[in-house]
């Protein structure tokens, strides 16, 4: 693309053409749908000679794309990268590229130079939190011009993710066992997921609490004033009311909304002051924390069964790679089962999360076992790779400190 035909390109009409190659019910989708019904008709034969239309359609939207992304990268889209490896906006929802990868990643894109962009194109399968999770690593290698040193970035960003997510899957699997049998055995209340803070605060904590922790709560909470407590925790007369629960941890949000609503409606208020006065009684309920809790596992959710949707056939993309397949659709129902327990707190939700928390954290783990085993090796060798360097640069530096001394030394 010329210095000429780059300023007088518009990267939207671009991306508007490619949406019109393989943008829903555009070219490539009616493409598909006449040979659905050639095949139906058993006259696919006469549609021979229009297959590679179908190929072709699919690479000019990516290249018209990778052109406009061009584009994007030189006016400092921080997007650029992701459009350019062969994403399209729709795709780019529910992730962040890191910045100091995105500096890299975009300076590519839009000059190439020392660095070829093709690094950054979206792999087979690949889905846009793998590439999120990728292209740090790759960016280190390509800086420092060792292979090892960017796998030892990606790998530590995997073992990362791994020591955030895992540990919570498996404390969910052993707690919510726990309170399955103590439910069945004794009878007593199952609360919501996230809220043992609350329970300490308001002086009714978990038998596994330690004894000191649970007073030094417990004070807390006392010289805590209600109404802020309330607002934080949830509150428990609303669980009364609406929910016949004591403690607001207990109270299943639905039924409490439900309740706050059809009361509502009794006292003359309309369809919509009825939603907000349930949708407001079932947020006083279940208190700050307990509610940024349901709406965070809920975004986790979206943004796993979007990653699982990327992948693209269900059996091809268990071939691919089962472990990390089975780790990615245990993974968003996970985060679907812990969000329904932290709304609804019962027997089912947290049976759920307690089976989906257990097969997450094996999968992941599976998932993961080589990069465990082999992190240490690696991260021996980028020290070795680090002191060389330091090396050199010392070196480097002696001679030029002797260079200095003999221009500086008259009788030399």
């Known amino acids: 693309?010329?210095?000429?035909?780059?300023?007088?390109?518009?990267?939207?009409?671009?991306?508007?053409?490619?949406?019109?190659?393989?943008?829903?019910?555009?070219?490539?989708?009616?493409?598909?749908?006449?040979?659905?019904?050639?095949?139906?008709?058993?006259?696919?034969?006469?549609?021979?000679?229009?297959?590679?239309?179908?190929?072709?359609?699919?690479?000019?939207?990516?290249?018209?794309?990778?052109?406009?992304?061009?584009?994007?990268?030189?006016?400092?889209?921080?997007?650029?990268?992701?459009?350019?490896?062969?994403?399209?906006?729709?795709?780019?929802?529910?992730?962040?590229?890191p910045p100091d990868a995105m500096l890299i990643a975009n300076a590519s894109v839009a000059n190439g130079g020392q660095f070829d962009p093709g690094w950054l194109k979206r792999k087979p399968g690949e889905t846009y939190q793998d590439w999120l999770q990728r292209i740090p690593g790759d960016a280190a290698a390509k800086v420092t011009g060792d292979e090892n040193i960017g796998e030892v970035v990606g790998d530590y960003i995997e073992l990362t993710?791994?020591?955030?997510?895992?540990?919570?899957?498996?404390?969910?699997?052993?707690?919510?066992?726990?309170?399955?049998?103590?439910?069945f055995k004794n009878g007593t209340f199952l609360k919501a997921p996230g809220t043992t803070l609350a329970q300490i605060l308001k002086g009714r904590p978990p038998s596994y609490i330690p004894a000191r922790i649970a007073r030094l709560g417990?004070?807390?909470?006392?010289?805590?004033?209600?109404?802020?407590?309330?607002?934080?925790?949830?509150?428990?007369?609303?669980?009364?009311?609406?929910?016949?629960?004591?403690?607001?941890?207990?109270?299943?949000?639905?039924?409490?909304?439900?309740?706050?609503?059809?009361?509502?409606?009794?006292?003359?208020?309309?369809?919509?002051?009825?939603?907000?006065?349930?949708?407001?009684?079932?947020?006083?309920?279940?208190?700050?924390?307990?509610?940024?809790?349901?709406?965070?596992?809920?975004?986790?959710?979206?943004?796993?069964?979007?990653?699982?949707?990327?992948?693209?056939?269900?059996?091809?993309?268990?071939?691919?790679?089962?472990?990390?397949?089975?780790?990615?659709?245990?993974g968003t129902a996970f985060n679907a089962s812990l969000t329904a327990a932290m709304i609804a707190p019962n027997p089912v939700t947290i049976g759920a999360a307690v089976v989906t928390g257990a097969v997450y954290g094996v999968a992941t783990i599976v998932d993961n076992w080589d990069t465990v085993r082999q992190f240490p090796g690696k991260v021996a060798d980028a020290g070795r790779w680090a002191g060389k360097k330091i090396g050199e640069g010392a070196g480097k530096l002696v001679d030029g400190a002797k260079k200095l001394g003999s221009a500086l030394n008259p009788f030399d």
Do not use: C
């Open 161 to 183: 993710a791994l020591a955030s997510t895992v540990p919570g899957a498996f404390k969910m699997a052993a707690a919510g066992t726990m309170h399955l049998i103590k439910y």
């Open 218 to 330: 417990a004070q807390i909470g006392r010289t805590t004033p209600t109404a802020v407590l309330d607002v934080l925790t949830g509150s428990d007369k609303l669980a009364q009311i609406h929910g016949g629960k004591l403690w607001a941890w207990e109270a299943n949000l639905l039924k409490t909304g439900k309740s706050a609503g059809t009361a509502a409606r009794v006292a003359g208020a309309s369809r919509v002051g009825a939603f907000a006065s349930g949708a407001g009684t079932a947020l006083r309920t279940a208190g700050w924390w307990r509610a940024a809790g349901v709406g965070g596992s809920a975004v986790a959710t979206v943004v796993g069964a979007v990653d699982v949707i990327q992948e693209g056939n269900p059996v091809e993309a268990f071939k691919r790679d089962k472990a990390g397949y089975v780790a990615k659709v245990s």
């Open 1 to 97: 693309m010329s210095d000429s035909s780059k300023r007088m390109a518009n990267p939207d009409s671009l991306e508007h053409l490619a949406k019109l190659f393989d943008g829903r019910g555009n070219l490539r989708d009616r493409l598909d749908e006449a040979f659905t019904r050639a095949s139906r008709l058993g006259v696919s034969d006469k549609l021979s000679s229009l297959k590679p239309l179908r190929g072709w359609t699919d690479d000019t939207a990516v290249d018209l794309r990778r052109r406009a992304a061009v584009l994007r990268a030189e006016n400092g889209d921080p997007k650029a990268a992701a459009l350019y490896a062969g994403f399209k906006p729709e795709d780019l929802k529910g992730g962040q590229l």
